[in-house]
């Protein structure tokens, strides 16, 4: 799945966050003149951002080439992008674009290994990235979680319909689908279940998807087991999340489901390692 490019002005507000009156110690001490850079990851990697950074660099006037892409696997000390131009450009967004391409490749490193792991034990499911992520980075975030492998999931709250349990303290969940089925017919729906009878009201309602939150393993398969005694296995499907580790991941997998949400894909990011060095 390809997900939309970050608009370009959202990539330059955040230079223009890191230097709201100018790069003051490079103007200060350095003349205008040109150099010569590059990128290089200082660790083994799946790049990520690397469109993003070439956006910005460019958008500043430096020229900027490579024959890597997104979604590649990378070894530690690969250049990953060489630079030519201003020195005081360069230097302006030296930092922006490091946080750029090593919270990215951050993201699509561990993602990509977790979905190595589901895909082991169940080609049919996907791990999805959730709405977990810092204000203002929701787009970086999802789209460095697809080129590692993810599902998406919603992107915002206008993205699909999720009946959950502070809406079924208000409605019950038969009536919350079927709310929801009436006002539109165009959205997934989805809820939340905390029972295998739970599960099976939401199927007999007409939910796509069951999300199955905080459930343990024999949970989930007596559920599972519940859905097709009931003949609505595949009438829907299903999603876990909640309290699952990446150590997990594959244990759950294995039920035979179709989807686990990770918050951590996006709210625990480690940083993948790059350093921009400049060629005199």
């Not at 539109?184 to 796509?208: F, N, T």
Request: aromatic content about 4%.
């Amino acid at each position: 799945m390809k997900y939309p490019d970050i608009p370009l002005t959202r990539l330059v507000a955040f230079v223009e966050e890191d230097a709201p009156f100018g790069d003051i110690t490079t103007e200060s001490i350095l003349p205008a003149m040109s150099c010569n850079a590059y990128i290089i990851a200082k660790e083994d990697l799946i790049l990520a951002g690397l469109s993003e950074i070439t956006a910005l660099f460019t958008h500043y006037g430096v020229k900027t080439d490579s024959t890597l892409s997104d979604g590649i696997s990378i070894q530690k000390g690969t250049r990953i992008l060489t630079l030519s131009g201003s020195v005081h450009a360069i230097l302006l967004v030296e930092r922006t674009a490091l946080n750029l391409l090593g919270r990215m490749s951050g993201i699509a490193t561990k993602t990509r290994e977790i979905q190595g792991k589901i895909a082991a034990v169940n080609s049919c499911c996907r791990v999805t990235a959730t709405r977990k992520t810092a204000p203002g980075l929701r787009l970086i975030d999802k789209k460095a979680a697809i080129i590692g492998g993810a599902d998406p999931h919603r992107s915002s709250l206008s993205d699909a319909i999720l009946i959950k349990d502070t809406h079924r303290t208000i409605l019950t969940l038969d009536e919350a689908i079927r709310r929801a089925k009436s006002a539109s017919l165009y959205h997934l729906i989805e809820a939340e279940a905390e029972s295998a009878d739970e599960a099976v009201q939401a199927a007999r309602a007409g939910a796509d998807i069951i999300l199955l939150d905080n459930m343990k393993a024999d949970q989930i398969r007596e559920t599972l087991d519940q859905l097709n005694n009931e003949g609505l296995r595949e009438c829907v499907k299903i999603e876990l999340s909640g309290g699952i580790t990446p150590d997990m991941i594959s244990e759950f997998a294995a039920l035979g489901v179709e989807r686990i949400s990770l918050g951590m894909l996006t709210h625990t990011v480690r940083n993948a390692d790059f350093s921009l060095e400049i060629q005199r």
